[in-house]
């Protein structure tokens, strides 16, 4: 099942467009011990938290959405990202929350705590989702916290599988053994940018 429960958070801004605004996706790992995503959704559904994403998945692949995609979570903080790819940040390109959709993976984010298949198909499969909600959303602006985060921020650690990520949002079957080399140019130069 994609969704497997809806904790919804009071952490959010409107979007002007709606479903229209989202462009890209911005990946985050927990940066808690925790495994579940139950614990994390609740912290999100707290006003006084002060943050939310749209969806918390657990390892076990285990999702909770916490913000409609028409909402704009608060999980990018001060950012800026080229989503046109045209080398200049314009003023649209500072609101990231509002041009995003925030996904959180439940992980200690210490570069020890593997990323279980489980979980990293259960990203894809919110995503191919995402994509077919969002007509603007583009998979070449699937990126990590760190990515688009001004404050030096290590979000996610250099051990998330990205390239399985994006076979599995390409490609739901089971990947080849060169994964990076099998995918196409664009989903490479995001798989770089997330592991840098």
Request: glycine residues 8%.
């Amino acid at each position: 099942m994609l969704i497997n429960r809806k904790l919804w958070s009071p952490n959010w801004s409107n979007r002007p467009n709606g479903v229209r605004d989202v462009r890209g996706v911005i990946l985050h790992h927990t940066a808690t011990s925790g495994k579940s995503a139950v614990s994390v959704a609740n912290y999100f559904a707290n006003p006084s938290a002060g943050v939310s994403a749209h969806f918390v998945i657990g390892e076990d692949g285990y999702t909770i959405q916490c913000v409609a995609l028409g909402r704009a979570a608060w999980h990018a903080g001060t950012a800026r990202y080229d989503f046109n790819r045209d080398g200049k940040i314009g003023a649209d390109e500072r609101a990231v929350n509002t041009h995003t959709i925030g996904i959180e993976l439940c992980n200690k984010g210490d570069g020890k705590d593997d990323f279980p298949d489980a979980q990293v198909k259960a990203c894809a499969e919110v995503i191919r989702y995402c994509d077919r909600k969002c007509p603007n959303l583009q998979l070449r602006n699937v990126t990590d916290h760190e990515a688009v985060n001004l404050r030096g921020k290590i979000d996610l650690r250099p051990n998330f599988p990205a390239a399985k990520l994006f076979w599995w949002i390409i490609h739901p079957p089971k990947p080849p053994s060169r994964i990076y080399a099998a995918l196409p140019k664009w989903a490479q130069r995001q798989v770089d940018e997330i592991k840098r």
